[in-house]
């Protein structure tokens, strides 16, 4: 027997209607936004050609508060997998500082972006810099809900 496989030897993998209907929705919700937006600015039409279709969202901005030493982030609206990698970068460009976490516009919390705040907790914890959750919405809390979770920076040390 050969150790080595053959992709045509493998049967044609087909997605579900439902994420194929999925899938369409996105795009079509993509066209429409792109379609307005050349609408209200002419110059639209030039910049939709230079951005891709699915482009993500900005995933936080970061600044100093008025209190002086204290970093604020303020989560976007859609934290999925797309935003996963732009809030790695914001919460290490941060560590060190003390923290506070704005989570009052997120509309969704994905599991991949909520390992991230889990693990920022246990890392603030393990260095010894305060990080707080301030803000979070009733969407934000019943997603942590959902994942069994009431704060993530607030677990006790396993």
């Known amino acids: 027997m050969s150790d080595t496989s053959r992709t045509d030897d493998l049967p044609e993998l087909t997605l579900p209607p439902e994420i194929l209907a999925m899938m369409a929705s996105f795009e079509a919700a993509a066209s429409d936004e ?4 050349q609408e209200s600015d002419p110059e639209a039409e030039d910049k939709a050609e230079t951005l891709p279709l699915l482009e993500a969202p900005p995933v936080a901005a970061v600044g100093e508060a008025a209190s002086g ?3 604020v982030l303020v989560l976007a609206p859609v934290l999925d997998i797309t935003a996963a990698a732009p809030l790695h970068a914001a919460l290490l460009a941060h560590r060190g500082t003390p923290l506070r976490v704005e989570a009052g516009e997120v509309k969704r919390l994905g599991g991949q972006c909520l390992q991230l705040l889990l693990s920022a907790g246990r890392t603030y914890a393990a260095d010894r810099v305060p990080i707080r959750l301030q803000g979070a919405s009733d969407a934000f809390r019943r997603d942590l809900a959902l994942f069994g979770i009431a704060d993530p920076f607030q677990l006790d040390a396993a």
């Open 69 to 71: 030493d204290e970093a």
């Open 34 to 37: 792109a379609e307005t937006a």
